[in-house]
Every structure is written in C-alpha cells, then in structure tokens.
C-alpha cells in the first residue's frame, strides 16, 4: 500500500534554514501536502503543491518536489521558535481521496 | 480560510459509556469528511471516510460498529465511540473536503482528546 516517510526528528538553531524531508510511493498522487501541528493542536496546512511542479515558494516556506526520486521537501528559512512543531507530510491517495500521512518530523529551534 | 470546528475539545469518561464528537464545517459545504485518529507521537490513521447522506466506509482494522459515523448534513459529521475502553484514549481528528475547493483541500479540525478511565 501506499506508504510515507519522513524522518522524526530536526533541531536547528534559529536564523538557520531548517529542511525537512519525505518520500512517498504512490506515483499517482496529485497533491502533496506539508501540515504544520503544534502540541495539543490539530493539523494547520501551511503548502501545498501540485504533482506536475517542481518548486513552489510561498515567503518563508519553500517545497521542493522531484516526482522521479518520489522526494519532496520543505524548506523554512530564518527559522523561528514559534516554527517549533511537528511537520507531516501527506499525500493525497489517487484512488480514494483521502490524505496519507506520514509519521512526523519534529522540528526543535533553539534560541 | 475555512474552518473546521470539533466539539468537544476534550473528553473524560468512564469505561462502558458513550461518547459523541461532531466536527462541523463553519463556512463551507463539505459533502466529505474525514475522521482520523491519532496516537501520541504518531502519526494520522484514517478511520474512515464519511460521505453526506451516505454510509461511512471504514478502514480495515476499524469497528464499525464501535465507531459510529453519522453525516447527517453538508456542514456536520459526528463520531460515536460506543462503550468505551481506556485503549480507545487517543486524539480524534476530522477534517473535511470543501466541496468547492479546487485543489481538494482538506481543513482540518483542532482534534477531540478523549481519556477513558
């Protein structure tokens, strides 16, 4: 079945770009998501992007997506304390529309 | 944007009773919504998909008859866990698709925390 993998844990000092990575399987996704989740809190959907770009800025957040390597990427730039979260990355299952997610990356910025 | 509200917050209850969690869509038309389930340090699991005026379809693994969803109207879904058991303490997550939206968007609710004692 579909799967998603991201690693769990990024710590980065703030000022510092921090890049959190995934990979996905299924090929026939069109959407990928990043959903930002802060403690005790539902999902905030910070970007999106379609599965025919490449790039896709949006100020501070950057999302990268190599459809061949099935790689997709966020980038924060001049990470702040308050970018302190966990960060999911989901794709949007072709056949049955709902969102896969995976596991998290939790993102620690120290001061 | 659109929001998505869950009521209630959170929930404590005793072992064998019954407790209801709507999610609703506050300015938007939602003809799916989604429930998910989340335990602590995990990631999302979809329960299952719940469809207006419909029945749900549940995901493999989860009791539909413990899980009880209701899609009653374009703007309301409620969840059911019917006699609950403390290994059903977890965060309930809805989210539902605007029926409107291009890109398929899911908005998300802020999450259902129930604790069984």
């Known amino acids: 079945g579909e799967d998603v993998e991201q690693s769990l844990f990024l710590s980065v000092r703030e000022g510092d770009s921090s890049v959190i990575n995934c990979t996905y399987t299924?090929?026939?996704?069109?959407?990928l998501y990043w959903y930002k989740q802060e403690p005790g809190a539902g999902l905030q959907l910070l970007t999106y992007?379609?599965?025919?770009?490449d790039m896709k800025q949006d100020q501070r957040l950057t999302v990268l997506l190599n459809k061949k390597d099935k790689h997709l990427s966020l980038r924060i730039a001049d990470t702040q304390t308050g970018d302190s979260a966990i960060y999911f990355c989901?794709?949007?299952?072709?056949?049955?529309?709902?969102?896969?997610f995976g596991k998290g990356t939790k993102l620690s910025v120290k001061p | 944007g659109a929001v998505v509200s869950q009521h209630p917050s959170w929930v404590i209850c005793k072992s064998g009773t019954s407790v209801k969690i709507e999610c609703r869509s506050l300015d938007f038309q939602a003809t799916t919504m989604f429930w998910y389930r989340q335990f602590p340090k995990q990631s999302l699991m979809l329960m299952a998909t719940s469809n207006e005026g419909s029945k749900a379809t549940y995901e493999q693994g989860v009791e539909k008859d413990k899980f009880l969803i209701n899609h009653a109207s374009l703007t309301l879904s409620t969840l059911t866990v019917t006699s609950a058991h403390p290994e059903d303490s977890s965060f309930y997550i809805c989210?539902?698709?605007?029926?409107?939206?291009?890109?398929?968007?899911?908005?998300f609710g802020p999450g259902t925390r129930l604790t069984v004692l």
């Open positions: 299924d090929s026939s996704s069109t959407y």
């Open positions: 992007i379609f599965s025919n770009m």
């Open positions: 989901a794709e949007k299952d072709g056949s049955q529309g709902n969102l896969i």
């Open positions: 989210s539902a698709r605007d029926r409107d939206s291009g890109y398929n968007e899911q908005f």
